[in-house]
C-alpha cells in the first residue's frame, strides 16, 4: 500500500505467479499505468487461484508475460528497465518499467533454532508422521510413541501454519493448526 501511490502513472513489473503475485497486481492496478507480470510458466493456471485469473483477466491494464526470466535490471539510481529472457525462443529483450515487486515465494525464519530440530531443504519444520522416514529422525528419537502430529522432532516443540512443511498456507488452518499445538502442548505437560 505504502509503495502503490508512487507507482502512479507508471508502468511497473511483478515478478511471479502465484497468490500472493496475483493479489499485489490486481492491487497495483488500481495506481499504475500498466501491471505487467513476469513468470516462467506459459500461463497463470498451475499456480494462481482462478478467482485471481479471472480477475486478471477482467482488468485491461494488467498484461501476463510468460515464459520470462528476469536476467538484469538497469537504471540510474532508480529502475528503468528489466533485461527479460524468453524461455521459448532463448532471445533477451528489454522491457521498460519504473518498479519491480518481487513475489518468488517465503523464506521461513529458522535459522536461530538449533539444527537439532529436523528441517526440510527450504528450513520448513518437520513434523509429525512426516518425520518417521526421516534418517537423522530414526537416530535422534528416543520415546516408545511417534511424535504428536505438530510435534517437530525435539520432544516439547511444537510448529504451527506456514513455518510447517508441508503447510496449507493459509489463515484458517494456521490458526486452527494454533489451536492444535496448544491441546498438544497440554498433553505434552500432563505426560511429563
Ligand atoms: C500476499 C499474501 C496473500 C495471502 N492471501 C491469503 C488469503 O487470501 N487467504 C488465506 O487463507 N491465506 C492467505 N495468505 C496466507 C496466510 O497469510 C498465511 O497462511 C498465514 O498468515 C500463516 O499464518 P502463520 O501464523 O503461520 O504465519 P505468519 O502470518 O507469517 O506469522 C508469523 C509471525 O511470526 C513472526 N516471527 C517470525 N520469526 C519470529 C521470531 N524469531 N520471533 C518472534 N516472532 C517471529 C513474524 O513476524 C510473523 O508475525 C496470504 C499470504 C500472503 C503473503
Redesign the pocket.
Given at each position: 500500500m505504502t509503495e502503490a501511490a508512487a507507482c502512479k502513472g507508471k508502468t511497473i513489473v511483478v515478478v511471479g505467479g502465484g497468490?500472493?503475485a496475483g493479489?499485489?497486481a490486481m492491487y497495483l492496478s488500481q495506481f499504475a499505468t500498466k501491471v505487467v507480470i513476469l513468470i516462467r510458466q506459459k500461463d497463470l493456471t498451475a499456480t494462481m487461484s482462478s478467482y485471481l485469473i479471472d480477475q486478471i483477466a477482467g482488468t485491461p491494464n494488467i498484461e501476463i508475460m510468460g515464459q520470462k526470466d528476469v536476467l538484469e535490471t538497469r537504471g540510474n539510481g532508480k529502475l528503468e528497465q528489466l533485461v527479460i529472457k524468453c524461455l521459448e525462443t532463448n532471445n533477451d529483450e528489454v522491457l521498460d518499467a519504473s518498479a519491480m515487486f518481487v513475489?518468488i515465494g517465503?523464506k521461513p525464519?529458522t535459522d536461530?533454532l538449533s539444527d537439532s530440530v529436523i528441517k526440510d531443504d527450504k528450513g520448513f519444520l518437520i513434523t509429525g508422521r512426516d518425520l518417521l522416514t526421516d534418517d537423522t529422525f530414526k537416530k535422534v528419537w528416543k520415546l516408545d510413541r511417534e511424535p504428536m502430529m505438530l510435534e517437530t522432532c525435539v520432544p516439547g516443540i511444537f510448529a504451527?501454519?506456514?513455518?510447517?512443511s508441508g503447510?496449507?498456507?493459509?489463515?484458517?488452518?494456521?490458526?486452527g493448526?494454533?489451536a492444535m499445538a496448544i491441546k498438544f502442548v497440554h498433553e505434552y505437560l500432563a505426560q511429563n
Open positions: 497468490n500472493s493479489q499485489g513475489f517465503a525464519y536461530w504451527a501454519g506456514d513455518v510447517r503447510a496449507m498456507n493459509r489463515v484458517a488452518s494456521a490458526v493448526e494454533g
